[in-house]
C-alpha cells in the first residue's frame, strides 16, 4: 500500500473466447513475443560484435554505436526496421509489439542490475528468448485515456481498444472481430468505479494460462479511510486458523456454513479427487523409466493437475478468507515459516501447503484491510500445536502422525483435534500480543510484515481503498 492515496492491484476476467477470437489473440502473442525476441537478439548481437570489436583493437570511438535498452529508443527503432523484418506488422496492433518490447527492456534493465549489483536477490541471467511452446501466450495493452471504454457498462465482457484507423478492409475486419471479448464474471462494479473517477485501468494483459484465456487488469484504487468493522465483526471477535494439507484450514471454533463441526474447513471434493489423481501419479510416475517418453508424458499431467490443484484451491481460498476477514475483528494466523517447517514431513506435498498458506495471507492480507479488520501474525517459534489450549501446559514433543491433542497433565486430559487446537493457540496468542502495550509488541517477536499487524488503539486508522476484494 502507498501513501499517496492509491493502490494498485490486479483483477482478473476469466475470459470465454470463440475459436476465432483465440486465433487472433494467439497472433496478437506471437507478435509480442517476435518483438520481445527482436529486442534480444539486436541487444545481444551488438554486445557480440562492440566485444569482437574492443578485441581486435578498434579504438573506442568507432566502435559500432550501441542498441539502446531504454523502451522509448528500441520502439523508435523497431519503427524504423519493422518493414523490414516483420512485413506484416500491419496485420496486428501496435500494443502488442510495445508490450514485446517494454518486456524485454525490462529484463535487460533486470539483468544489468543484477550484475551490478543494484538489484538483489537471486542473480538474473541475461533475458531467455521466448520459445513458442515454452512460454505463456500473452500481450499487454496500455491505454490511459479512454478509461470508460475498455468495459462494457452491462454486459459481461472487456473490449481491447484496438485502433481502426487503417485502410487496409482486411485489417479492419480482424480488428473490428476482436473487439468484444466475454468474461466469465461481471465487469459493472469496476465500470461503475470508473465512473465514479476511483479507479482507473493501468494496464490489461490477456494471456493464456493454464489452458484458459484470461484478462488480467492492473487497476489504481483511490482508497477512503479504513473501514470501521461492523458488528458483526465486532461480535465475531478473534479467530485463529491453521493452515493444512488434509484440511483446506482449521479454525478456532467451528463457523456455520463455513466449518464441520470441529472447525475444519475441508476441501472441495473437486480438489479431493485432484490429490487422489495426483498420488496416482506419482505411483506411475516412480513406476516409469527414467528419460523413457512415457514419463515425460506423466510429468507433463503433473504439471497441469498441480495447476488446476492450486487453482481449485485458490478458489476455496477465496471464500474463506472472505468470510474470515469480513466475519471477525481480529483472524489470527501463522507466520510463514511456521508452517511450511511443520508441513515438512506431511505426505501429500509441502509446495502445495505453502503455497497455499502464502496464497492465504496475500488474500488476508489486502482483505482485512478492506473490511477494517485485523491481521495478526503469531509468531514462528510460538509452539501452537505442541500446547495445550485448556491449560497451557507444553508437551515436549508431538509427532506429526499424531491426529489428536491429549494434554499430559492428568487433571486437565483435554483430547482435541490436533489442528483446532492449534488453532485455539493462535487466536489466544494473537489476543495475547494486541493486548500489550505497543512499546512491548516489537520484544514479543512480532514482525508486522504484512504491514497491517497494528495494534488496534490507534486514533488515527491508516486511509485505505473502501474497496472489496474484486480478485
Ligand atoms: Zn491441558
Known amino acids: 500500500m502507498s501513501e499517496d492515496g492509491f493502490v494498485t492491484r490486479a483483477v482478473v476476467f476469466p475470459l470465454d473466447v470463440s475459436p476465432s477470437e483465440e486465433r487472433l489473440l494467439m497472433s496478437y502473442c506471437g507478435a509480442r513475443r517476435f518483438a520481445y525476441n527482436w529486442v534480444l537478439a539486436s541487444v545481444k548481437g551488438n554486445l557480440e560484435t562492440r566485444r569482437a570489436e574492443r578485441e581486435a583493437g578498434v579504438p573506442e570511438a568507432e566502435l559500432t554505436p550501441s542498441v539502446p535498452w531504454n523502451a522509448k529508443r528500441l520502439g523508435t527503432l523497431w519503427n524504423s526496421v519493422k518493414g523490414e523484418v516483420a512485413p506484416w506488422w500491419r496485420e496486428v496492433s501496435m500494443h502488442a509489439f510495445r508490450s514485446g518490447i517494454v518486456d524485454a527492456s525490462q529484463a535487460l534493465e533486470n539483468w544489468s542490475k543484477s550484475r551490478s549489483g543494484e538489484r538483489k536477490g537471486r542473480r538474473v541471467g541475461f533475458p531467455r528468448f521466448k520459445k513458442r511452446n515454452k512460454s505463456v501466450p500473452s500481450v499487454s495493452f496500455v491505454e490511459l485515456n479512454h478509461q470508460l471504454s475498455w468495459l462494457h457498462e452491462n454486459r459481461h465482457a472487456i473490449r481491447l481498444m484496438l485502433p481502426r484507423s487503417t485502410a487496409d478492409p482486411v485489417v479492419k475486419r480482424r480488428r473490428g472481430e476482436l473487439a468484444w471479448l466475454h468474461t466469465t464474471t461481471s465487469t459493472r462494479r469496476l465500470y461503475r468505479l470508473i465512473e465514479q473517477g476511483r479507479a482507473s485501468i493501468q494496464k490489461v494483459t490477456v494471456a493464456k494460462r493454464g489452458g484458459r484465456w484470461q484478462a488480467s487488469m492492473l487497476v489504481r484504487y483511490q482508497f477512503d479511510a479504513r473501514p470501521v468493522p461492523k458488528p458483526r465483526q465486532r461480535y465475531g471477535g478473534t479467530i485463529g486458523v491453521d493452515a493444512g494439507v488434509k484440511h483446506l484450514a482449521t479454525l478456532s471454533r467451528p463457523v456455520p456454513g463455513l466449518t464441520d463441526y470441529d472447525g475444519c474447513v475441508t476441501n472441495p471434493r473437486a480438489l479431493e479427487s485432484h490429490l487422489r489423481r495426483l498420488t496416482r501419479l506419482d505411483r506411475a510416475i516412480a513406476r516409469c523409466e527414467k528419460g523413457s517418453r512415457n514419463r515425460r508424458r506423466l510429468l507433463d499431467r503433473r504439471a497441469r493437475l498441480h495447476g488446476r490443484i492450486a487453482k481449485t484451491r485458490a478458489l476455496h481460498l477465496h471464500h474463506l478468507t472472505n468470510a474470515l476477514a469480513g466475519g471477525f475483528d481480529v483472524v489470527a494466523v ?127 486508522m491508516p486511509a485505505h481503498a473502501g474497496m472489496a476484494a474484486v480478485a
Do not use: W
Request: aromatic share 4%; proline share 5%; charged share 30%.
Open 334 to 460: 501463522e507466520d510463514l515459516n511456521l508452517a511450511g517447517m511443520s508441513n515438512r514431513k506431511r505426505r501429500l506435498g509441502r509446495a502445495l501447503a505453502d503455497a497455499s498458506l502464502g496464497e492465504l495471507r496475500r488474500q488476508l492480507d489486502y482483505k482485512t484491510l478492506d473490511h477494517g479488520s485485523i491481521l495478526q501474525p503469531v509468531d514462528r517459534f510460538y509452539p501452537s500445536s505442541k500446547t495445550c489450549s485448556a491449560c497451557g501446559l507444553v508437551k515436549a514433543k508431538l509427532a506429526l502422525h499424531v491426529r489428536t491433542f491429549i494434554c499430559d497433565d492428568s487433571r486437565c486430559a483435554m483430547s482435541l483435534d490436533r489442528d483446532v487446537n492449534a488453532a485455539r493457540n493462535i487466536a489466544r496468542e494473537a489476543t495475547r500480543i494486541l493486548e500489550q502495550p505497543a512499546e512491548q509488541q516489537d520484544v514479543a517477536g512480532l514482525r508486522p510484515e504484512t504491514g497491517n499487524a497494528e495494534p488496534r488503539p490507534r486514533k488515527t
